[in-house]
């Protein structure tokens, strides 16, 4: 059954390909608008749902020590003693991300329907959601590297497909490529890592490396290998998460991936791509842990992208900006857990994660749907009585991700910090970092809630037909049930969802300890009541992040004398801190300017010159030669004759 994991999106991905070539030239295909493709690709990945959910109950049934299902596919490649098979594997860990990415999946390819209904080509845009969702089951059912690879890459090109899906469109084709471009970045950081644990162990497989480095209840370093040689490993495969989970310097794509539909941002930010680094890094824990320089690293990386991003999320005006860097946030909130070696609270955080992302950009696709493609929270308000169910759900969002208690976020952002203080790699200065990117996190979604649901309407109600990023209807109006159905699942998620990660009796926790150790040594001086004492604060301090921003928004005045007094600043903000200026400035122009360079000065001016040299050199010898073509049989015979002769006097001088 392993194997139908995958297969179902990807027989979907086939059957809605053949659906939009045959409605190029069917009008009866046409017709049928988003409803047939979308409920087949909906149902190709609930039945994946449903498989992945049966192998968790079989799983759950084993012994703790055997809990793992594997099926050999086929043998890839061989050379010499090196082989590499197409495996899967179901385990501990790549059981949770498969019930993620196929269950929030579901309830984003449901609410696709919905709000690709107006769409021109949706049995192309089912078929590159199938293949995503194909893709990164791959990648978490790979038993070895290679099959991780192959869909790592996948996700890859299934970004660039459908971030630049209306390519039409100069601002998303772009940002497709930039997207593309940059993990391509990242990637050979992957490469060079993988090459690095093949000469240095010997293998590619997962249970195979474990077994060289695990002894007994710890990672110990294998005869012949120094740390310098698993830094450079582990520092390798992190440039690889650094661009495919859009850590810094390699971040900057995350946000313009914006550009494509809601229903692809909710998908890579939620459940599929951005997490991918996330399930590397904790899947080679014990590779990991035995890099003290490595793990800083991590944390650092992930500390400081956590607070950047929030910094600049606070002047957004664009709803989906906003949330694509609160991703970017989250995720260096996950890097920072794994980081301090809590290996366990950063894959509870992606879970969380899933449910509350997932319904906030899907929230902001209705809101968007209802607004005819307004994306400005500056132009919206008052959307609370005119779209109710949208609002009630991402209420839910909003609590989950401020942390307020007991809502998902907050039991999985409570153990990051604590981690963050209290385990033996964290440190005051980490938690510090993460608690202060709390505050603002609550800030700047509270500052997004409101303006979007609360105050006096700052639009006009439009007429006709909207032309916006939905094509949707004129006039603001709630959503169909087939987009607030979904809202309304992860909602539910987004409020008991954290209950299963509930410190010192985690269920979580004990599930993941066969791959993910769940017992994190906590520094010296230490004590266990100090974690309850940093909870209350963490809670504290996301309530004073929402007073604050409600009382800033709520106020007359207050928000623009505020923006006014540190104008300087927010301009800053508003501008991302200048870093796509500066990538610009610094690599992008000076880059394109050395290849136009090159291209005038070696390419035109050398190697073009040599290659129509020889056409000319060509062309003149023909013409030389040319004038002893002259159709008089009398001088071929003279010029034979003295070749003859030619040949006759240098047969004679050799022999003499």
Known sequence: MLSLIPLFPLIGFVVNGFWYALGQSSPGAKKAGATVPGTIATLSIFASFVVSLLLFVQLNGLPVDARSLEQNLFSWMTVGTFNIDVALRFDSLSSLFCLV???????IHMYSVGYMSHDKTP???????????????????????????????????????????WYEDDEKASAGKKAFVVNRIGDLGFLLGMFLIFTTFGTLDFDFLKTAIVQGHGAVLPPGVDVGTVT???VLLFVGCMGKSAQIPLYVWLPDAMAGPTPVSALIHAATMVTSGIYLVSRLNFLFALSPTAMTVVAVIGGLTAFVAATIAVAQKDIKK??????????????????VGAFGAGVFHVITHAFFKALLFLGAGSVIHGMNGEQDISKMGGLRKLMPRTYWTFAAGWLAICGVPFFSGFFSKDEVLWFAFGAEHG???LWGLAALTAVMTA????????????GEPRFKQPHGHGHGDDH???GVHESPWAMTVPLMILAVLSAIGGFIGVPHMSWLGHWLDPVVPHHVE??????????????AFSTVAALIGIVFAWNTYTRAGIAAARKKRFERLHETLENKWYVDEIYNSTLIQPLISFSKGLWKGFDVAVIDRIVLGFGRASEWTGQAVRVTQTGSIQLYAFMILLGLLATVGYLVYGLA
């Open 427 to 429: 440190s005051p200065w």
């Open 123 to 165: 049995g192309k845009f089912f078929a590159y959601l199938n293949l995503f969702c194909f893709a990164m089951l791959m990648l978490v059912l790979g038993s070895s590297l290679p099959v991780l690879f192959l869909g790592w890459e996948g996700v890859g090109l299934c970004s660039y497909l459908l971030i630049g899906y």
């Open 232 to 234: 450079a490993i582990c």
């Open 322 to 339: 906003v949330l694509a860097y609160s991703t970017v946030s989250q995720l260096g909130y996950m890097f920072l857990a794994c980081g």
């Open 101 to 107: 990415i196929t269950g929030v999946g579901t309830l």
């Open 472 to 474: 949707g209807h004129g």
């Open 522 to 535: 906590l520094a010296e001086g230490v004590r266990p009541w100090m974690e309850f004492a940093l909870m």
């Open 443 to 454: 800030f700047y979604m509270t500052r997004l809630f409101y303006l979007t649901f609360f």
